[in-house]
């Protein structure tokens, strides 16, 4: 019977290249092999495919166990649910030395159990934060005529999502079934997401005060001079119409729902009334 000490030592089968070429499958082919009934899961299998076939190389019955159940439905962020492969591979890789705590059920609870938090998750900053963030500081450069800033939010996205899902591909591996909790837990990521947050909103105001144009053309004559609407209000607070244009639709979405084809139709309909009228 051997000790728990030998069976950890023994389990250290994956280098740091299986590693590295299982993280780089499951980036090439993420959205490949997408299928309505298994999603990412043939991508996933792909992945780690070299790796069962190492850790198992001689318990064949293993292998085809392994496979199936990872053949199974999984659907998550291609960057953040990375962290769910190297849990795999660490319990994998422990499962084919002999340690029997790891199961076909643990594995697949921690599968079912992370893709979708971390889909959130993971959704919400890419394209709400790492996405907004560089575009609203370089499509103003495109617009004026420069070539380089119009690929270089692509550049940046592609270098956030490279690096962080092999930071946590390798620490997946790393932790094993603890890295989720232990990631989270080190208040680091709450941090980052809490300034980009904070960054982005200023973004969002920039880009709503540079972009949503709503200005009135109403005017009021006096003895003196003749007063534009318009120019008072500027005077008083710059871009105070598109502002509260903006909140009104937030508060509708906030009240409402995300019901964008009503909120784009409200839009359409209010301008040419206003327009019809004579306001703007």
Same mark, same amino acid.
């Given at each position: 019977m051997r000790s728990k000490a030998e069976v950890q030592t023994d389990s250290k089968k994956i280098t740091k290249f299986d590693l590295f070429i299982a993280w780089l499958r499951w980036c090439l082919v993420v959205e490949v092999p997408v299928s309505f009934d298994r999603m990412q899961a043939l991508g996933f299998c792909y992945s780690i495919n070299k790796i069962l076939r190492k850790v198992y190389k001689d318990q064949p019955e293993e292998l085809q166990q392994a496979m199936r159940r990872h053949a199974r439905m999984f659907n998550t962020n291609a960057d953040? +649910? =990375?962290?769910?492969?190297?849990?795999?591979? *660490? $319990?994998?890789?422990?499962?084919?030395?002999?340690?029997?705590?790891?199961?076909?059920?643990?594995?697949?609870?921690?599968?079912?159990?992370?893709?979708?938090?971390?889909?959130?998750?993971?959704?919400?900053?890419?394209?709400?934060?790492?996405?907004?963030?560089?575009?609203?500081?370089?499509?103003?450069?495109?617009?004026? +005529? =420069?070539?380089?800033?119009?690929?270089?939010? *692509? $550049?940046?996205?592609?270098?956030?999502?490279?690096?962080?899902?092999?930071?946590?591909?390798?620490?997946?591996?790393?932790?094993?079934?603890?890295?989720?909790?232990?990631?989270?837990?080190?208040?680091?990521?709450?941090?980052v997401i809490d300034i980009a947050s904070i960054v982005g909103l200023f973004m969002i105001g920039c880009l709503s005060a540079a972009y949503v144009k709503f200005e009135t053309i109403l005017s009021y004559s006096s003895e003196a001079e003749t007063i534009q609407v318009q120019e008072l209000i500027d005077n008083m607070i710059p871009n105070l119409l598109p502002f509260a244009l903006v909140m009104g639709i937030y508060y509708f979405i906030i009240k409402k729902g995300p019901k964008y084809l009503q909120i784009i139709l409200f839009v359409m309909v209010f301008a040419i009334l206003l327009t019809l009228i004579g306001v703007i």
């Open positions: 953040w +649910g =990375s962290v769910i492969h190297g849990i795999i591979i *660490s $319990l994998e890789e422990q499962r084919a030395s002999g340690n029997k705590d790891v199961s076909e059920e643990m594995m697949e609870s921690l599968k079912i159990g992370l893709m979708g938090p971390l889909a959130g998750i993971g959704d919400s900053v890419d394209q709400g934060i790492v996405m907004t963030i560089p575009l609203a500081i370089f499509v103003p450069m495109a617009l004026n +005529g =420069s070539i380089v800033a119009a690929f270089v939010p *692509s $550049l940046i996205y592609m270098a956030w999502a490279y690096g962080f899902s092999w930071f946590l591909f390798n620490r997946g591996y790393n932790l094993g079934k603890n890295s989720v909790l232990s990631i989270l837990q080190s208040g680091a990521i709450k941090k």
